[in-house]
């Protein structure tokens, strides 16, 4: 099997070879050719001691990513290469890092202490493809599976639980017999992750292409790091929910208010709710106000006479992707045809396209009034942003025009 490597990475190789160092691409990027995909970067393991490797790329730009456990980066023809050497993994006391890492000169044993097989593979020009735990027969079959035990591997490392899902929900591949009771029986462990790398990985796992599949079958370890969906996986609206995040779009955003909307009671409750799971799992500002917000507005007029009071209660971005989210929440009640859905869902954006082109007036910025037109009619305090709010509605609602000299005399009779 030959694979094609960038330039940068067969110089990598090339240089650490004529060196007398054995050296191949490793992990994800071999992975990803095998499967038939463009990586994204490329990882290179090497015999080389990290001062060897120093030596080799002299005069090269270098970074000490992580010297003491191996790694180096390097940057060549504008490529950052992470090189490692092969190394042997000691105990993992806390369930997540190993307490020492011994270098060894047999990429086999480096390989092994690695997560599932499809992983578990390198390549080289020089020495084609080592693959000693069925990594290709695996991409073949299309099947998660650890290397050795999973029980092992899991105590190992807690987190590799999740990104055992989120392959199998990106890749659609099933999670292998034993690997997945390990999963399940392991699922407590992952009190020793990070809530930030929880976070990633379920973000992952539910922009993939099988994410309703994975959740499906393993509700307990959402459970797991979720404790407050408990009463969701268990319910009626569990099912309801998997089928609403397979129709949403693969986007960050969309997915997990599709995964999140049916947490609470109501959707007030349910945003409340979302905004204390995000923040839990310390996700970003922008990602918790993004979220909470569609799973609070999820139940909006969205007709096409209310869309421009939306407009003014959301802004654009926001409606945009409610359009999105209320499609995805009427495919996944099944009781509409989707051509019918499809319908709804381009006139509502193409009158969302047309209020924007038309520059119909949503913000207090687009009255043609202002503060001082309410200072001068007497207002004062907080009573001049409420009666602008006011006129602002009105407008959106089509009950006043975007007139200065309407404004003025509705507000002379606005309470």
């Known amino acids: ?68 456990h191996g790694t180096l980066t390097v940057l060549l023809f504008g490529m950052p290469l992470e090189i490692t050497t092969f190394r042997v993994d000691g105990a993992y006391s806390d369930g997540r890092h190993p307490d020492s890492v011994r270098f060894t000169a047999r990429v086999e044993d480096d390989l092994s202490r690695r997560d599932f097989t499809i992983n578990a593979m390198a390549y080289s020009p020089k020495a084609g493809l080592v693959d000693p735990f069925g990594g290709q027969e695996d991409c073949r079959r299309g099947v998660i599976r650890c290397v050795g035990n999973p029980v092992e591997r899991f105590g190992e490392d807690a987190l590799r639980i999740l990104r055992a899902l989120r392959f199998s929900a990106r890749l659609g591949f099933p999670v292998e017999e034993a690997t997945a009771r390990a999963i399940r029986e392991g699922r407590a462990q992952l009190c020793h992750v990070s809530r930030e790398r929880i976070a990633a990985e379920l973000s992952g796992l539910l922009q993939g292409r099988d994410a309703s599949g994975v959740l499906r079958q393993f509700p307990e370890v ?71 917000e569609l799973v609070q507005w999820q139940a909006a007029d969205l007709r096409p006479e209310a869309m421009q009071e939306m407009l003014m209660r959301v802004g654009p971005d926001r409606l945009g992707q409610l359009i999105l989210l209320r499609q995805a929440m009427r495919t996944a009640g099944q009781k509409e045809s989707p051509d019918a859905i499809a319908r709804d869902t381009e006139a509502l954006k193409e009158k969302l396209k047309a209020l924007l082109a038309e520059n119909a007036c949503y913000t207090l910025r687009q009255l043609t009034v202002n503060g001082k037109d309410m200072a001068a009619l007497g207002l004062r ?12 509605l009105q407008v959106a609602r089509g009950q006043l025009p975007n007139d200065r000299e309407a404004l003025l005399d509705a507000a002379k009779r606005t309470p």
């Open 222 to 292: 959402i459970e797991a790091v979720l404790p407050e969906l408990q009463p969701l996986t268990a319910g009626e609206q569990w099912e309801t929910t998997l089928r609403t995040v397979d129709a949403a779009p693969k986007d960050l955003y969309l997915r997990w208010a599709a995964f999140l909307r049916l947490c609470g009671t109501d959707a007030e409750n349910s945003g409340r709710l979302a905004l204390s799971m995000l923040r839990g799992l310390k996700m970003s500002t922008k990602i918790m106000d993004t979220v909470t």
């Open 1 to 68: 099997m030959r694979l094609t490597l960038p330039k940068p990475v067969e110089a990598a190789l090339s240089r650490l070879e004529n060196a007398g160092f054995s050296a191949y691409a490793v992990g994800g990027c071999v992975r990803d050719h095998v499967l038939g995909f463009t990586p994204h970067d490329y990882d290179i393991c090497t015999s080389a001691t990290p001062e060897r490797m120093q030596e080799v790329f002299k005069g090269e730009r270098t970074i000490e990513t992580g010297l003491k």
């Open 381 to 392: 305090g907080p009573a001049i942003g409420e009666t602008l709010h006011t006129l602002l």
